[in-house]
Structure formats: structure tokens, C-alpha cells
């Protein structure tokens, strides 16, 4: 079904001819001599042969009977060097053109590298040069046109390079000139157009620009033309459409512009191939090309062509391929369903039917279960269909993809889909499908990629879904799916599974296999509760992972150090509590990092991947501490977490003191509302502290079993609470919420202590502007230098600056506060 090349063509040519030199004799008089030292020549510039192919070629014996040699029988000239996918490397001797008997050279499918010199040009007898897939540069030899008897040349898979030697339209003989695949540039010389007898011209994938010139399109004898994959431009000759010799026409992948001929100037009756994909052809499709009834590939794709597609396109017996996929194509009017749809059942050969990406509105008709079986691929996306899918689809047995996406399709799913059984890629996203994935589904056993994104699919994923197990791709985000089955993750070759945007609840299963292969997951903007699963560290080969927007809870295990290969993680937006694991480090590959709108506490890791991040990848925490330029406090060392508290507990006891004065003053200003008491500086306060430690139980009593009714307020640490001690001493209580710390509890009271208040919208002048800078500043020169062990507040922000009625500044909230040793 692919195009027949040239050279496989010549090949065919090159046998015809070696039965012909086997008969023929020149009768040429000139020493055999210079032939065999040609030859010794040749092979002195072969620098490996790897199958010694050479290694009979010694003077001891007549090179009539080398390896790869043919001579004339009687004279004993060489006319032919076939040493084709022998392996041969090393270049080719100008000693060749010395050869002079020499009718066909065929090097092809080795490893010739250098130049071809224009010796080459010396072979006067020479009808067939193959020379394809090598690896030659340079200028095609001027000296080739002198080679007048060339019937074949083939060039292509080299990489040749500079212009088309226009030269080579004085070859009057020449049937073949295979170019393809090389570096050539430049235009096609319009003097082509008087090699008569040129039947096949190949110059695909170069960089060739200019027009197609009409004098070659005009060639009578031409059938096989392959200007694919250049820079050419302009219209395409209508000389080229109406010539009953063509067989095969590959224009794709230039810049082509203009129409087509109309039906009357399209004459191609033994056409096979016509490829004008990727160009910019206009107008209508012509219908005249039903008439074409050999054809087998017709491929009009990424075109703007308009109009409908042509009827009696079910002629066409031998189609196998038709692409017609973006254009701007319209259905027959009148028509809501596509009814070329149905014409193309007729066509009993075939395999790929690509027509989205036009504005083809309307319904799929029932016919579409008439295709016949050898239809492996039927693409009908981003259309205008409307309705819903007919069961008769399930007919299809034989169809491998299927496209349906991007278009107003609505209703179920159908369940006969599942009779699809060689189905490998299923593409239905952006409908309007609703209701549930039917459990049919999981019939399709060959089933790789899934695709039913941003429709209204609702329910539980079937839990038959295991059963797919060579599915690769699922994306079902965009739906309003609400349950995932946990045998989802038993499918071992799953690689990229988005699920995204549903209303998926329940939790991971914490048993999950680990897959080996799963690089992608996305389940954000979900309702997923409950733990991270530790097992996510097994996910050898995850890169992305998207778990934000859900309610996960509990700590990021530190088993996802070991997802190395990881370069998205995204964690935002969900309940997640304690640290962010150090070995989060490792992750060299990280590109995005999220761990904003959550509960994490602790010092953020700073070395690898998070020292590129942002505050953005930590805001909305509850105290997460490191870099300042996170926009997060200092912590007070560098050492664990563990040792700092165990060296620090005995400075707990007066730091948690110190922050209770506040929380009592907050209780007292409530009591004594109104009482105008002398107001205190923070730091009189702090001199004039007395504190003591109480048992356990007593501090029970006092806050009534640490009853609610009793919370005065929720510290970054612990709660406070009000309490009154057997003495009557009214004090609050504040537990801390940290495990080494339960149980660590004291009590203050100060009845000195007077009213803090705290304003949203006062106007302060300037005077009481450096009055609070000077309260706070003592404050801080208190904590720092006041004590024994410098205190670090590690939180200072307006909102911690309680203003009293005298406008007189105390510093509050020690939450994170650290001592340094
Ligand atoms: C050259 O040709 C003569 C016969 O014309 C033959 O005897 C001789 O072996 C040939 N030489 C070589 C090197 O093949
Ligand atoms: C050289 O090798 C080829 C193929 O291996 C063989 O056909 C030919 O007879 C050999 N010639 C001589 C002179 O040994
Ligand atoms: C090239 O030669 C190799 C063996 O060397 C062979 O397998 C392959 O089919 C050849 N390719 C073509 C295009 O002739
Ligand atoms: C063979 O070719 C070389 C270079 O191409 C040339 O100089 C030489 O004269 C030729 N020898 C004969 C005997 O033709
Ligand atoms: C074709 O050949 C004719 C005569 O041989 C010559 O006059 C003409 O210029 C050639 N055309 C091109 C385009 O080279
Ligand atoms: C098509 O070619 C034939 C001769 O091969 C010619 O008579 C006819 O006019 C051409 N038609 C058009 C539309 O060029
Ligand atoms: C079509 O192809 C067949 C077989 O390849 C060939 O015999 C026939 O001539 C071609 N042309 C038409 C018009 O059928
Ligand atoms: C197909 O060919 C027939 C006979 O050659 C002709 O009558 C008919 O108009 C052609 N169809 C089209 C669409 O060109
Ligand atoms: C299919 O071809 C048959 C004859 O081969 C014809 O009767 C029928 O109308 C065609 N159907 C379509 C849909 O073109
Ligand atoms: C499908 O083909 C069968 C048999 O050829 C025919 O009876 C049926 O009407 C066709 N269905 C459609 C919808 O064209
Ligand atoms: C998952 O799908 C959503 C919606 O189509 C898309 O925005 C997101 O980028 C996808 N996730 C991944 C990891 O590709
Ligand atoms: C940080 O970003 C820079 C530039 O984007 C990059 O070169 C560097 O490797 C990154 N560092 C880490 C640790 O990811």
C-alpha cells in the first residue's frame, strides 16, 4: 500500500538488464587490461568490507569472475558492478571511469561517503548508475550528462547537495531521475520538460523551491512523480491532471496553491496515487475522480478546499486510504446525515477513512455499521455531528481507531462499542455523551488509549476496567464521574491516566500495586479524602502528579523522595499535615513544585529542587518556616526537628509562659471591660513575670476537663484556655498541640496586666507611628538580648502589634517563635 519508490522500480529495470548483458558482446578493441586495474583501484578505496565480498578480487585470477563483476563474454570488458547492500564503506575511485565498457553500476545500499567526480562522466556506455542510500555529498557531477546512454539514475538517500544540474535534460534516453532525500536546493530546471522519455522523476524531501514547471508536467510519458516535502509553490499544471499515463502523483507537503482542474480537464484513468496533502489548494474537490477507478491512496488533507465531498467516491473499488481531514468541506445539502458516509461503504478495499477537522454538520448515519471489514481506521472528529452514535457501529470489527471527538454528539455511550474488539485508540471526548461508561466497555481487550474528556459521563468508573489490560491512556477528565475503582490501578501497562476535573470521592486504596510504568497522574479538582498512599513512592516511572484541589490529609510521605524521574508535583489545595519531607530533595528533575493551601508545618528543605522555588509554592500553609524570601520565617536551626526540642524543652516552659501573658490579657481585658488600670510596656511585663508549673490533673480541674466553653482562641501550637486554680488565681492554659509537647503545660497570671486592643481602621500620626516603632523595638531588644537565651519571634507583621488604649505597642504571637542556644 505505500508508494512504490523509484528505486525499487529501477530495481526491476536493473534485472532486465542483467539478463540482457549476459547475451550481449561488445566488440570493442582495447586492452583488458585498464579494467582490471580499475577494478584493483576500486577496491584500494573501499576502507571496510565487512562481508569480503572483495576478497576474490585478486590479480592471480581473471576479474571476469570477481564477486560482483560481469564482463562481455568475448572481449572481457566489464559491463557490469553489482555490489548492492554488500556493507561496503569507503569511497568511490574516479578510477571507475576507466570502465569504459561499463553498462550498469550499482553501489546502492552501502556506505559510500565523499564525492562522485565527474569521471564518472567517462562511462560512455553507461545505461543504469544506482547509487542510492549512501552516504555521498557534494554537487551531482555536471559530467554525468555525458553519459548519454542513462536510462536510470538514482541519487536518492545520499546527501547530495547544491543545485539540479540542468545539464542532465540533454540525457535523451533517461526513463528514471530519482533525487529524492537529499540536500538538494534550487528550482527544477524548466529544460526538463525535453527529456521525453522520462517516465518517473523523484525529488521529494529536498529543499527545492520555485514553481512546478509546466513543460515537465506536460512530459507524455511521465507516470510516477514525487515532488513531496519541498518549499514549492504556486499552482499546480493542470497538464499534470489531465494524462492518461499517470500512475502516481506526489505533491504533499509544499505550498501548492490554486484549484484543480473541473471534472473536465481531469483525466486520470490509471491514477493510484494522488497525494496533494498539506498544500493550499482551493476550490472543489473534483468528482471526475471517481472515475479514477484504479486509485488506491487519495489523500486531500490540510487543504482549504470547499465544497462537499464528491458522490460516487464508492466507485472507487480499490481505495485504501482516503484523507480528506481538514478542510473546509460541508455535507450535501439538504442532507442531515453524511451521506457520503454511506456512498464510501462501497468501497470494498478501504482501510483508513479520515474526514474531521471540516465543517461536515449532521448525523452519522446508520450505514456507517456497512463499512467494509477491512476499515482499520475511521476519524470523523472535530466536526459539526449532532445525535447520538448508532449501535450499528459495533459492526466495525475490524477498526483500531476510531475518532469521534470534538463535536455535538450526544446520548450514551454506546454498549455495542464493546463489539469493537480490535479497537485500540477511542477517541470521544469534547461531547455531549452522558450517563454512564458502560461496562462493555471493558470487552474491548486490545483497547490502548481512551479518550472521554469534557463530556457529562456520570457514575463510578466500571470496575471491569482491569480487564483492559493494554490500556495505556485514559483521560476522562472533565466529567462528572464520581467513583474510581481501585482495580483501576491493577492495569499494568497504564501510563498516563487523567481523571481530573470529576467529582471522584472516597480515598486511595493504601495497598495499590505499583506500576512500573505510570508517568503521568492527574486526579486534581476531585473530592479525594484520606492519606497519600506511601506505596506513590514505588511509581518508578511517574513525572507528573497532580493531586491538588481534593481534601487529602495526613503527611506527604517521604517515599516520594524516591519518584527521581518526577518534574510536575502538584499537592495545593488539599488538608495536608507535618512536614515537607527532606527527601524531596532528591528530585532533580522537578520543574513545578506546589505545596501551597495546606496544613504543613516545619522547615521547608532548601537544597535541590527547592532552591529554584517561590512563596507561591508554600503560601496558605499553617507554619512552615525557612528562606525569608519564601515569604516564611526563619527556623531556629538547622539541625532536626527532634534534637532542637528535645535541647530546647527546658526553655518551653518560660517561652510558653511568655505567650500566655497574652492570651490572660485577652481574658482580662474581657473581665474587667471598662476598668481604666495604669497600662504596662511589654517589657515590664516580661521583668515582672512570675511563673509556675502545676500538675496535670489540677490544670483539668481549672479548665473544667479542657472544656470548650473554656477556649478563649487556637495558637499556631496549641489552644488556650481559661481556667481558675484551686487558689482562685484565674489564668489561661494553653496545650500544645505538638506530640513531644503534650502534657507540657503551664499557667501565668498577672492582675497588673491591662487591656490590649487591637483596631482594624485607625488613622495613627506620625508621633504615635515612631512610638509603636520604639515599643516594638524594645520588645525585640528584650527578646533577643533580655534573657539568658536570645528569643527569636520569627513572625513579626503588623497584625502581631496589639495596640492598648494608650497607644502603647505590644508584640504578640510567639507561635513559632525559637530559642537560639
Ligand atoms: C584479457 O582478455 C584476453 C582475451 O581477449 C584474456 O585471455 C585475458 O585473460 C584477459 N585478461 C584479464 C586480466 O582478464
Ligand atoms: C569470488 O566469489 C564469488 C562469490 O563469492 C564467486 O561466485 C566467484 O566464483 C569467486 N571467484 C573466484 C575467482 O574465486
Ligand atoms: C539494504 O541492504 C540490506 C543488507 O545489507 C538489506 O537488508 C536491505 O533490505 C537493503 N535495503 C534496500 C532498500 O535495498
Ligand atoms: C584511468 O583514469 C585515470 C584518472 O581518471 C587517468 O588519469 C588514466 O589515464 C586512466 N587510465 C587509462 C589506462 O585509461
Ligand atoms: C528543449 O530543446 C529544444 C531543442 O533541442 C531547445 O530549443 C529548447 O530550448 C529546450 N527547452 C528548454 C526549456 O531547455
Ligand atoms: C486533455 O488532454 C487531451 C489530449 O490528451 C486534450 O485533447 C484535451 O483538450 C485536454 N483537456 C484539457 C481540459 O486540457
Ligand atoms: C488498473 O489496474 C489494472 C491492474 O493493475 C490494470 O490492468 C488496468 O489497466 C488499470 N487501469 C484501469 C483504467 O483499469
Ligand atoms: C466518468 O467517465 C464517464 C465515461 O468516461 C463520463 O461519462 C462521466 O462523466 C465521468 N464522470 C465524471 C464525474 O467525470
Ligand atoms: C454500491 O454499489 C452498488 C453496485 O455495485 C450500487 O447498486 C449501490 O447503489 C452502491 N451503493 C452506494 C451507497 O453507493
Ligand atoms: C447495510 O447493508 C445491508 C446489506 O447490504 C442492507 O440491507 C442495509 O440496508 C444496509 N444498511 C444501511 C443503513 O444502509
Ligand atoms: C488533564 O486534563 C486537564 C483537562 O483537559 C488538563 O488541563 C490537564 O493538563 C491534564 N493533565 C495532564 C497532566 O496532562
Ligand atoms: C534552577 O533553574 C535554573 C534555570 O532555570 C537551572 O539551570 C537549574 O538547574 C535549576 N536548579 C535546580 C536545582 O533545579
Redesign the pocket.
Known amino acids: 500500500m505505500s508508494v512504490r519508490r523509484l528505486y525499487d522500480a529501477s530495481l526491476m529495470g536493473a534485472l532486465a538488464l542483467l539478463v540482457l548483458l549476459c547475451m550481449v558482446d561488445l566488440a570493442i578493441c582495447s586492452s583488458n587490461f585498464t579494467d582490471q586495474l580499475a577494478l584493483l583501484s576500486f577496491k584500494s578505496s573501499i576502507k571496510n568490507d565487512p562481508n569480503n565480498v572483495l576478497s576474490n578480487w585478486t590479480k592471480e585470477t581473471n576479474f571476469c569472475g570477481w564477486a560482483g563483476v560481469l564482463c562481455s563474454r568475448r572481449r572481457q570488458r566489464v559491463t557490469g558492478l553489482l555490489l548492492g547492500g554488500m556493507g561496503l564503506e569507503g569511497t568511490i575511485s574516479p578510477r571507475v571511469g576507466n570502465l569504459s565498457f561499463l553498462q550498469l553500476l550499482d553501489l546502492s545500499n552501502n556506505s559510500f561517503y565523499g564525492h562522485l567526480t565527474d569521471e564518472i562522466g567517462h562511462l560512455r556506455h553507461l545505461k543504469t548508475l544506482y547509487l542510492f542510500l549512501n552516504m555521498l555529498e557534494g554537487n551531482i557531477p555536471l559530467g554525468l550528462h555525458h553519459c548519454q546512454r542513462l536510462e536510470v539514475i538514482s541519487l536518492a538517500g545520499n546527501k547530495f547537495r547544491g543545485r539540479i544540474p540542468k545539464e542532465l535534460s540533454t540525457l535523451t534516453s533517461l526513463s528514471e531521475l530519482a533525487l529524492e532525500q537529499n540536500e538538494l536546493i534550487g528550482s527544477i530546471p524548466p529544460s526538463f520538460g525535453n527529456i521525453s522519455s522520462l517516465e518517473g522523476f523523484g525529488l521529494e524531501e529536498n529543499q527545492i523551491y520555485g514553481n512546478f514547471p509546466t513543460e515537465l508536467a506536460q512530459l507524455p510519458n511521465l507516470n510516477l512523480i514525487y515532488l513531496a516535502l519541498n518549499y514549492l509553490i504556486g499552482p499546480i499544471p493542470p497538464a499534470i491532471f489531465n494524462k492518461s499515463s499517470m500512475v502516481q502523483i506526489d505533491l504533499n507537503g509544499n505550498a501548492f496553491s490554486g484549484n484543480l482542474p473541473t471534472n473536465n480537464g481531469l483525466f486520470l484513468p490509471n491514477l493510484e496515487v494522488l497525494l496533494l496533502d498539506h498544500n493550499q489548494l482551493t476550490g472543489n474537490i473534483p468528482s471526475s475522480l471517481s472515475n479514477s477507478s484504479n486509485l488506491t491512496m487519495l489523500t486531500l488533507a490540510v487543504n482549504l478546499f470547499t465544497g462537499t465531498v464528491p458522490k460516487h467516491l464508492g466507485n472507487l473499488k480499490h481505495l485504501e486510504v482516503l484523507h480528506l481531514f481538514k478542510n473546509q468541506l460541508t455535507n450535501e445539502p439538504g442532507s442531515i446525515e453524511l451521506s457520503f458516509l454511506t456512498d464510501l461503504t462501497n468501497c470494498t478495499s478501504l482501510v483508513h477513512l479520515l474526514v474531521g477537522g471540516n465543517k461536515l454538520s449532521g448525523t452519522l448515519p446508520n450505514s456507517i455499521g456497512n463499512f467494509s471489514n477491512t476499515l482499520q481506521e475511521l476519524d470523523v472528529s472535530e466536526s459539526q455531528l449532532i445525535g447520538t452514535i448508532p449501535k450499528e457501529i459495533g459492526s466495525l470489527r475490524n477498526v483500531n481507531v476510531l475518532g469521534l471527538a470534538n463535536s455535538n454528539l450526544n446520548g450514551n455511550i454506546p454498549s455495542t462499542l464493546g463489539e469493537i474488539e480490535s479497537l485500540q485508540r477511542l477517541y470521544l471526548g469534547g461531547n455531549n455523551f452522558h450517563g454512564s461508561i458502560p461496562n462493555e466497555i471493558c470487552l474491548l481487550s486490545n483497547l490502548g488509549e481512551l479518550y472521554a474528556d469534557e463530556n457529562k459521563l456520570s457514575g463510578s468508573i466500571p470496575s471491569c476496567i482491569e480487564n483492559l489490560r493494554g490500556l495505556q491512556v485514559m483521560t476522562l477528565s472533565h466529567n462528572k464521574l464520581t467513583f474510581t475503582p481501585s482495580s483501576l490501578w491493577k492495569i499494568e501497562t497504564l501510563r498516563d491516566l487523567n481523571l481530573s476535573f470529576n467529582s471522584l470521592g472516597g480515598s486511595l486504596d493504601p495497598n495499590i500495586r505499583p506500576s512500573k510504568v505510570l508517568e503521568i497522574v492527574d486526579l486534581s479538582w476531585n473530592q479525594i479524602s484520606g492519606s497519600i498512599p506511601r506505596v506513590i513512592g514505588s511509581f518508578q516511572s511517574l513525572t507528573s502528579l497532580n493531586l491538588s484541589r481534593n481534601s487529602f490529609s495526613g503527611p506527604i510521605p517521604n517515599t516520594m523522595g524516591n519518584l527521581i524521574t518526577l518534574d510536575y508535583l502538584d499537592l495545593s489545595h488539599n488538608n495536608l499535615s507535618g512536614q515537607i519531607p527532606k527527601s524531596l530533595e532528591a528530585l532533580?528533575h522537578?520543574?513545578y513544585m506546589n505545596f501551597s493551601c495546606n496544613k504543613l508545618a516545619g522547615e521547608i528543605p532548601n537544597?535541590?529542587?527547592?532552591?529554584?522555588l517561590t512563596s507561591q509554592s508554600f503560601m496558605e500553609n499553617e507554619a512552615l518556616c525557612g528562606n525569608p524570601i519564601l515569604k516564611v520565617p526563619p527556623c531556629a536551626s538547622n539541625s532536626s526537628k527532634k534534637s532542637m526540642i528535645k535541647i530546647n524543652l527546658r526553655y518551653i516552659l518560660p517561652l510558653i509562659a511568655v505567650m500566655l501573658i497574652f492570651s490572660i490579657g485577652v481574658y482580662i481585658v474581657k473581665r474587667n471591660h471598662g476598668n481604666n488600670v495604669q497600662s504596662q510596656n511589654l517589657i515590664d511585663l516580661y521583668a515582672t513575670m512570675e511563673h509556675r508549673t502545676i500538675s496535670y490533673l489540677e490544670l483539668r480541674r481549672a479548665t473544667n476537663d479542657l472544656c470548650e466553653a473554656n477556649l478563649l482562641g487556637v495558637g499556631s501550637y496549641g489552644s488556650v484556655y481559661k481556667g481558675v486554680l484551686s487558689d482562685g488565681t484565674i489564668v489561661c492554659c494553653e496545650t500544645t498541640r505538638h506530640r513531644n509537647l503534650v502534657g507540657v503545660i503551664t499557667a501565668c497570671s498577672n492582675p497588673e496586666f491591662r487591656a490590649l486592643l487591637y483596631s482594624h481602621n485607625s488613622c495613627l500620626n506620625l508621633l504615635q507611628r515612631i512610638g509603636i516603632m520604639i515599643d516594638v523595638a524594645l520588645a525585640l531588644e528584650y527578646l533577643h538580648y533580655g534573657q539568658l537565651e536570645p528569643v527569636v519571634h520569627c513572625d513579626l507583621k503588623p497584625s502581631n502589634v496589639l495596640l492598648d488604649e494608650d497607644m502603647v505597642a505590644h508584640v504578640a504571637d510567639f507561635g513559632i517563635a525559637k530559642i537560639l542556644g
Do not use: K
Open positions: 532533580s522537578i520543574q537544597e535541590g529542587p527547592f532552591m529554584n
